[in-house]
């Protein structure tokens, strides 16, 4: 169980990688997408990145927090419940850095 609460933030991770290296060009169904984003190249690429940081950053901190909870002496469905709110708070931060960038 354990491994597959790892895997969000290893998706984290590698899609945050991607928008923080600009790999990821304007497009309606990747990134973070907005008016403002979609209508000028240069701030795309720009909140992209910013947002893409944060996930990377979210994921890393996503998989500590994982791993130390599931070494814990807790109930299974504490452990998944706390490991999803930690999911969960990550993909919030990325949206409240991209709305702020």
Known sequence: MKYLMLLPPAIFCTIGLMMALQM????STTGFRTGRTLSNEAVWYAVNANVGWSLVLSGLVSTAVIWRVFALDLNLS???????????GSAILAVIVGTMS
């Open 24 to 27: 990821v060009p304007p497009n």
């Open 78 to 88: 504490v452990k998944c419940l706390v490991a999803t709110a930690t999911l969960v």
